[in-house]
């Protein structure tokens, strides 16, 4: 039941959000489309912010950072031309792919509204009195310009492209699948893990987490250049539509993944020589002996 009312709150709050978005985007729609999207995006962000205040959990955001692409990449469907060109329907296919797979994930591990990231929880204790004006900021805000910065390519790859595909679509299309297929794999070796009683305190150290640390957010960042790609490939002078991959690459490398390894390393010690041998994100050709 307590996970039940959680998917409700998820589904009440992301349909009131979604309607927001829409409703401010079409709004702007005399605007330039990547500045009405973001018109819409910032309504929709602080939607879910008064979401989180009203069921005191900023957790409710986390499925933002997936369900956003799935949002635009229809949005950008129904602007295609007729029929459209294979880049835009392999472009969005991918990122519907890629919202439903972390979305489902996300829903599956959640128990509901009495779980919040620990991460949140720390601020929580830490700064009380400025606790929703660092979630704001920082839980909301912040990620929301991330994902909006890599969701720019998707705008060339649909809406701007006029050519055949060539080698670059595909490269682009082999590391987004992948990128999936990675993500996926390495959730689901971790469930497996961790639903284990045996391994209770224990390390994860097979499958894909033999040769990153972070597997899981190794897919993530896959995905957002292969996105990348498709827009260069419409034009390589599109290359600056880097920035949004590169910022949350940068995000990860040096923010979530050196405090998820703190934290394993407080909770527990053996993590440490796991480090030693392991890539954090990018795995090597070879391994250093712990």
């Known amino acids: 039941m307590k996970k039940l009312r959680g998917i409700l709150a998820q589904t009440l709050t992301y349909t009131v959000t979604i309607g927001v978005a829409v409703l401010v985007a079409r709004h702007f729609s005399d605007w330039h489309l990547l500045w009405a ?15 989180s205040v009203i069921f005191n959990n900023s957790s409710l955001y986390d499925p933002y950072w997936s369900v956003k692409p799935m949002v635009i990449a229809v949005g950008y469907l129904f602007l295609l031309p007729d029929p459209g060109d294979a880049r835009g329907w392999i472009t969005a296919a991918l990122m519907l792919l890629y919202g439903i797979r972390l979305t489902s994930n996300f829903l599956r591990d959640w128990p509901g509204l009495e779980k919040e990231d620990w991460r949140y929880v720390n601020f929580r204790n830490q700064y009380p009195k400025l606790y ?64 284990d009683p045996a391994n209770r ?45 590169a910022a949350i690459t940068l995000l990860f490398y040096f923010i979530s993944i050196p405090l998820m390894d703190r934290r394993s390393q407080k909770r527990r010690p053996q993590f440490r020589a796991y480090m030693d041998r392991t890539p954090s994100l990018f795995p090597f050709p070879w391994r250093r002996k712990a």
């Open 201 to 245: 305190g224990k390390i994860m150290t097979a499958g894909l987490w033999e040769f990153s640390r972070h597997p899981n957010y190794l897919g993530e960042v896959m995905g957002w250049w292969g996105l990348w790609l498709m827009a260069f490939a419409v034009d390589p002078a599109l290359y600056w539509t880097a920035a949004g991959a």
């Open 132 to 195: 929703w004006l660092i979630s704001f900021s920082g839980v909301h805000v912040f990620p929301t310009v991330l994902v909006y910065l890599a969701c720019i390519p998707a705008y060339y790859a649909m809406l701007e492209s006029d050519g055949p595909l060539n080698g670059w679509d595909f490269l682009g299309a082999i590391i987004f699948l992948s990128s999936i297929i990675v993500s996926y794999v390495a959730d689901g070796q971790m469930r497996g893990f961790r639903q």
């Open 37 to 51: 999207v973001a018109a819409g995006d910032a309504a929709g962000t602080v939607t879910i912010f008064i979401f």
